[in-house]
């Protein structure tokens, strides 16, 4: 697969996690009211664009976010197998943190999966559930390290190993914005595809710049 095919991939992941976050998460807290404490901004944009969560009934509306949601972890895989092979190391760290890293992202792609495509009431939600929350965990740890390792490599440039390591911060940052799983832990990593799938969408490996 070309990188120029998995970038635009990657910057379709990021703006459908962009797009679908903010009604994905305010749809939740009008299916399941009395779970969780809304942010404040839900009413004013539940105000503002009542036709994105209306347009169902409540849990259908929640159900269809969810799954418009399940496709961005698919979309990112060809992105983060390149960039294995562009910012790859054989130090010890750089092959756990990767492993670590894709085995997380694979958890909670799966588990966004079981908790929004199986019958509501089905036993597989809840699993589904916990797979996102082990492989967020799991996602975020090999981010960090990861990125550390992407820190040590000097032919990769700086603010990729910064920007992995974001991911654990900014996921915990966009739970306290959304209060919600999974856009709110997800919300760094979209963020992360933005910026990097449209560096591979020019088919050039990131370079070091001369200072």
């Not at 960039?83 to 909670?108: E, H, N, P």
């Not at 999966?113 to 699993?127: A, F, K, Q």
């Not at 996102?132 to 740890?141: I, K, P, R, T």
């Not at 560096?199 to 490996?205: H, I």
Request: net charge neutral; proline share 8%; charged share 10%.
């Amino acid at each position: 697969m070309s990188s120029r095919f998995s970038g635009l991939l990657a910057l379709l992941a990021g703006l459908t996690a962009l797009l679908v976050s903010l009604p994905f998460a305010a749809a939740y807290f009008r299916a399941y009211p009395g779970y969780g404490t809304p942010p404040p901004w839900l009413p004013a944009f539940a105000r503002a664009f009542p036709g994105l969560l209306e347009f169902a009934h409540l849990t259908r509306v929640y159900q269809v976010y969810g799954r418009t949601y399940s496709v961005i972890v698919p979309l990112t895989i060809p992105g983060l197998l390149l960039m294995k092979q562009w910012i790859g190391t054989d130090a010890r760290l750089s092959r756990w943190g990767w492993r670590i890293f894709f085995g997380g992202v694979l958890l909670f792609g799966l588990g966004v999966i079981g908790d929004y495509w199986p019958d509501p009431n089905s036993d597989w939600v809840g699993m589904g559930f916990v797979l996102e929350l082990v492989g967020m965990l799991v996602l975020w740890s090999g981010a960090i390290l990861y990125g550390m390792a992407a820190f040590q490599d000097d032919n990769t440039p700086r603010w990729i190993g910064g920007s992995l390591i974001g991911i654990a911060p900014g996921g915990i940052l966009g739970m306290a914005l959304l209060a919600h799983i999974p856009s709110g832990p997800l919300l760094a990593y979209a963020i992360f595809w933005l910026v990097l799938g449209s560096t591979q969408l020019t088919g050039k490996k990131p370079e070091i710049q001369d200072e």
